[in-house]
């Protein structure tokens, strides 16, 4: 079973731009569906966006300021965040569609206003 390691969260000003990586333990062909989900306190774990081959898809408040990409060779899936709000503060974890590996540490993502 594929696990995944996330990291890149961490405090920014409303407005700004964070990278975050996930990174496969094992080869993840291009025909896995991979999704970024997030979480805040006290709510349930939402799918943020998700890529197959190289369709992607978004959760519509984060469209247009969120791209989610793949580097194969790396196996590692990104999630390039520009223009952050407050609201979307949370705990961000990547896995498969539909989730099927165990959930990572995840990493934090907290926007100022």
């Known amino acids: 079973q594929v696990q995944f390691v996330e990291s890149g969260g961490g405090l920014v000003q409303s407005g700004g731009s964070l990278r975050l990586s996930c990174l496969a333990s094992r080869d993840i062909t291009i025909s896995t569906i991979i999704g970024w989900y997030r979480q805040a306190p006290g709510k349930q774990r939402d799918l943020v966006a998700y890529?197959?081959?190289?369709?992607?898809t978004y959760l519509p408040s984060v469209e247009g300021r969120f791209t989610i990409s793949r580097d194969s060779g790396k196996d590692t899936v990104y999630l390039q965040m520009n223009d952050l709000k407050p609201e979307d503060t949370a705990a961000y974890y990547c896995?498969?569609?539909?989730?099927?590996?165990?959930w990572g540490q995840g990493t934090q993502v907290t926007v100022s206003s």
């Open positions: 890529i197959y081959k190289s369709h992607t």
């Open positions: 896995n498969t569609i539909p989730a099927g590996s165990a």
